[in-house]
């Protein structure tokens, strides 16, 4: 939604991260947003007790490489969970169209092979000032929804298991 702060969340209904390890996928490609993005993730997490050396950032080229990234980490067996950051902003031909097909069918067939959370936080703008309204801008910063969502279901997954 436009007018959401992508930021403003009731704390109290984040289980604590202590324990819990996270890797990052971030593009390079839209570095400006990207990065912003993975250090809203990255404080996110710390605040909410996840230590610093149970946080691992890896970059991979661009938004359509992040599926293969996070495959990459997952194989590890390091991480509770993994997410994914990326930034792509439509441009003149169907590429937009493409990657964002390509990264979002790579992100659900991650969450289904490895039963680990892949959490999608992948902005999918109209143009550049969309996309920083949401990387720290007007509407917050969708790496701190994205690491919200990563404790959430981190602990869903160890209630259920």
């Not at 993005?37 to 938004?63: M, N, R, Y």
């Not at 097909?101 to 892949?118: C, E, S, W």
Request: aromatic share 8%.
């Amino acid at each position: 939604m436009a007018t959401k702060d992508l930021s403003a969340y009731d704390a109290t209904t984040v289980p604590t991260a202590k324990g819990m390890k996270f890797g990052i996928v971030v593009a390079e490609w839209n570095w400006e947003i990207t990065g912003a993005l993975a250090q809203g993730a990255w404080d996110t997490l710390i605040k909410h007790g996840a230590f610093e050396q149970d946080i691992q950032i890896h970059q991979v080229p661009g938004s359509f490489e992040l599926p293969m990234g996070g495959q990459l980490m997952a194989e590890t067996g390091r991480y509770d969970a993994i997410l994914l950051i990326g930034c792509v902003i439509q441009g003149e031909t169907r590429h937009f169209d493409f990657i964002c097909q390509g990264v979002t069918q790579g992100a659900v067939d991650l969450n289904l092979k490895y039963n680990l959370p892949f959490i999608f936080g992948v902005l999918t703008t109209d143009n550049l000032q969309q996309a920083l309204d949401r990387a720290g801008g007007i509407h917050g910063n969708k790496g701190d929804e994205a690491a919200v969502t990563a404790i959430k279901m981190v602990d869903l997954k160890r209630r259920l298991i």
